[in-house]
């Protein structure tokens, strides 16, 4: 995966975001992406474990600092067909016990659908988001569009490996008042999870 740097995330969702919206759009807009993307929840971890461009990609938290930022950091970008060995990493982030796996590697429908679709614990939440990315103080600022299932709502997050330019960035764009949610504790909730 190359050089791992984790960074430092402040995120927030609701249906009324244009005060924050209105501070960021004052600054020039970087790139727009689309994407679909399939998260899959698991009642036992909080990891973000999604398949996004045909690979599995999983993030972890690793720590939360006195402001309530999350330092998010990636294990694992597995192509498919997904081997064994990445599968041992990915039941690992769902912490939940492995299947009996009949083959060494599974393609991307098998995996969905003989390993993950069958398990009680697991949840798939098919996810779109419009993203419109800024670059403030150095940070990565993005307002987005998202949709859980059938569930719309809107997202504002700020991310950079300094926890410190995440923090004042916040400040400054005057959203510190919202609470810091992320991707998995927004989705658990619209999909009636327990975080």
């Given at each position: 995966?190359?050089?791992?740097?984790?960074?430092?995330?402040?995120?927030?969702?609701?249906?009324?975001?244009?005060?924050?919206?209105?501070?960021?759009?004052?600054?020039?807009?970087?790139?727009?992406?689309?994407?679909?993307?399939?998260?899959?929840?698991?009642?036992?971890?909080?990891?973000?474990?999604?398949?996004?461009?045909?690979?599995?990609?999983?993030k972890t938290l690793l720590r939360v600092n006195n402001n309530g930022l999350e330092q998010w950091?990636?294990?694992?970008?597995?192509?498919?067909?997904?081997?064994?060995?990445?599968?041992?990493?990915?039941?690992?982030?769902?912490?939940?016990?492995?299947?009996?796996?009949?083959?060494?590697?599974?393609?991307?429908?098998?995996?969905?659908?003989?390993?993950?679709?069958?398990?009680?614990?697991?949840?798939?939440?098919?996810?779109?988001?419009?993203?419109?990315?800024?670059?403030?103080?150095?940070?990565?600022?993005?307002?987005?569009?998202?949709?859980?299932?059938?569930?719309?709502?809107?997202?504002?997050?700020?991310?950079?490996?300094?926890?410190?330019?995440?923090?004042?960035?916040?400040?400054?764009?005057?959203?510190?008042?919202?609470?810091?949610?992320?991707?998995?504790?927004?989705?658990?909730?619209?999909?009636?999870?327990?975080?």
């Open positions: 995966m190359g050089k791992i740097i984790p960074r430092w995330e402040w995120r927030t969702f609701g249906e009324n975001l244009s005060f924050g919206e209105a501070n960021i759009r004052k600054h020039e807009q970087g790139q727009v992406r689309e994407s679909s993307e399939i998260y899959i929840l698991s009642d036992a971890s909080n990891d973000n474990t999604k398949i996004r461009d045909e690979l599995m990609d999983i950091t990636p294990i694992l970008k597995a192509g498919f067909p997904i081997h064994i060995t990445d599968l041992a990493v990915v039941y690992k982030a769902f912490n939940i016990k492995y299947p009996y796996f009949q083959k060494d590697e599974y393609s991307y429908d098998e995996y969905l659908n003989e390993l993950i679709k069958p398990a009680n614990e697991l949840q798939i939440v098919n996810v779109f988001k419009k993203r419109s990315g800024y670059t403030i103080n150095d940070c990565i600022v993005e307002i987005a569009e998202v949709k859980f299932n059938e569930f719309h709502t809107k997202t504002i997050a700020v991310e950079h490996p300094d926890p410190e330019l995440v923090i004042s960035t916040v400040k400054e764009l005057e959203l510190i008042e919202l609470e810091n949610i992320n991707y998995i504790k927004a989705m658990k909730q619209s999909v009636g999870m327990k975080y």
